[in-house]
Structure formats: structure tokens, C-alpha cells
């Protein structure tokens, strides 16, 4: 079978209900809906966001291979659960992906979702932490932001904008058209400044807790 013909996915999420909490789970092509079906139960408050998908080789190597990097940081050895920021578990996948497929699973992950699982989830987000702001953070306008592998960027227009192949427009609209969704997510791990992504500037700058 051809590295792009595999159909074993890991899977990193996040929940604003689960703060610091890194949900990395696996399943097939041929199992996604059933799976990510499963995980919004009565038990999650809000639904899940995916903060990054991918086809691997193998599974079952990709998953020692985050035991032996994050196996400290692990909650419950039952659980796929870690206590660690999304992105370092997304370098990793990185070195061993056949295919970044973020937006596929985003999207089963959304389905079956009503307006007011999607607005509660908003809701608790905005609640937590302040709306994103380039000037508060330190990112002056003019700045250049980096779109994961560095081959896309914007320039920062004013505290809250962005330019994008010549338009004015939110850090997560230009997201949402780069990953070709029709729907929101969240924009700050994708993006980078002068090295660091702007999630870990954000919660630099405002001082996020844990709880």
C-alpha cells in the first residue's frame, strides 16, 4: 500500500471545558465518523476542536512514539489525555505524517452539532480569555505572521486585522480561507512571530492560569 493510499489517522484535540488537556487519539478512514461521534457525550459539556489531524503509516508506531516523548505529561494511563500544549504533540506528528487532513476531521467532528452546541462552546471561549489582540500582545502593525510551514503569511494591519492576498480581514477569517473551511477555528496555534506561535504569546501576554 502507498504512503498516501494509508488510512490510520491520530487526531489532536482540545475543549475549552479541558483546559491545558491535549485529547491525541487514532482511528481509520474508515471509522472516523463512528469515532469522533463518540467522543461529545453527555459527560463533555462542549464539544471538541481539532487542533490538528493526520494520515500516518502505522498508528500503533506513531502512539509509542508520543508515550515515549509525553508519557510524563500523560493524565491516566487510560486515557488519551496530556498535559501539554497541542503544538509539541503536532511536531512530533509531523515528522512522521503522510497527510495533514485537519480540515476533514474538523468537519465530522462537526457534524450532528446544533447552533447551541456550537454557540456554548463559543460562549465558554470567550468567557475564559480575552478576544486576541496583535498591539497587547506585542506584535506591532506591520508585523509578519507565519502560517505553519512558513510558505503563507499576512502582515498585521491594526490590533485586531490582518492583510491577506490583498484584503483586510480577521486572523481567523484568512485561517478559515486557507484550510478551506467553511466554518471558524481557532487561529493562534497556526500562526507564528518571530518564532513562537501566537498561542504561546497570548497566553504570555495575558497571563492564562491554570485550573
Known sequence: MGAEESSDIVYVLTNPAMPNLTKVGKTTQGDIETRLSQLYTTGVPVPFECAY???????STVESALHLAFGNTR????????????ERVIAVLKLLTVRDVT????QELSQGLDATDKESRDNL?????PNMNFAQMGIPTGAILLYKDDCIQVTVVDEKR????????????ATKKIMGLDYSVQ???HWTFQGKTLKKIYEETYSVDEE
Open 53 to 59: 489531524a493526520c494520515q500516518v503509516k502505522d498508528c
Open 75 to 86: 493524565v491516566n494511563p487510560k486515557r488519551e489525555f496530556f498535559k501539554i500544549e497541542p
Open 103 to 106: 480540515p476533514q476531521v474538523a
Open 125 to 129: 471561549k470567550r468567557s475564559r480569555r
Open 162 to 173: 490582518v492583510n491577506y492576498l490583498n484584503t483586510t480581514c480577521s486572523l481567523t477569517a
Open 187 to 189: 487561529p493562534a496555534p
